[in-house]
């Protein structure tokens, strides 16, 4: 059986709400539970929350939600990886014997469900660890520069100063969008980021939406990849 669990907990703080506020239309979780629902993969939906408002809306929006998420692991620090090890083991108290888990975050809306089928090929030929999403930085990380306190420029890495940016190795970042991985792998505690295949997708797709402006932005972005129009 193939799952996938959204972890959406209700107290955000740089936007309030954000899990439910209206992007485009819906509200925010609605875009994952739809994108999750068009890849045809999963046997089941599940919401991870702490929240009665969000449970309600994504049980509207054609999701589930078994189990209510412990006080303890709603925190601003809690980790992906015990929340999603939570989810399963709460599913499997159901009777549901899980394969395969794809935790999604709640705020993708650019996420491809096309992603996730071709990251679930990947994760059927590793033995363990994650796959998940990537993009590449838009400049070298090596000719990183850091700002001293009088105003002037120096290189994090000076060795790299004179090296033409094509003869660099490429670095990536974490596109946050979502993680596969076998059950046992998510209840082994393993880091994602220590156990992981990278599926390489275009750094358009990728927005981290953490303040006002950025949510402005990503629902302009949207409105022009989908020729619609998003309320203000």
Not at 121 to 127: G, P, Q, V
Request: net charge negative; charged share 20%.
């Amino acid at each position: 059986m193939k799952i996938a669990v959204i972890p959406a907990r209700g107290g955000s703080k740089r936007i309030p709400r954000k899990n439910i506020k209206p992007f485009c239309g819906k509200p925010m979780i609605t875009h994952a539970i739809r994108i999750a629902q068009s890849s045809g993969l999963f046997d089941h939906i599940v919401v991870s929350t702490d929240d009665g408002e969000i449970a309600r809306i994504a049980v509207e929006s054609g999701a589930e939600v078994p189990f209510v998420r412990p006080v303890e692991l709603a925190d601003d620090h809690t980790p992906t990886v015990p929340v999603i090890s939570h989810a399963i083991s709460e599913c499997q108290a159901l009777g549901w014997r899980i394969d395969q888990v794809c935790c999604i975050y709640p705020a993708v809306p650019f996420m491809h469900g096309s992603d996730l089928v071709i990251a679930l090929r990947m994760l059927e030929t590793i033995y363990e660890g994650y796959v998940f999403p990537v993009a590449a930085f838009p400049s070298a990380i090596q000719r990183a520069l850091r700002q001293l306190p009088n105003g002037l420029m120096e290189p994090f890495y000076s060795q790299y100063a004179t090296v033409r940016t094509q003869d660099l190795e490429p670095a990536f970042y974490d596109a946050g969008q979502f993680y596969w991985g076998l059950a046992q792998t998510w209840m082994g505690g393993k880091i994602i980021h220590n156990y992981g295949a990278g599926l390489v997708i275009p750094s358009w797709r990728v927005v981290d939406i953490d303040t006002v402006e950025d949510w402005q932005r990503a629902e302009l972005m949207l409105a022009v990849f989908n020729n619609a129009n998003c309320s203000a």
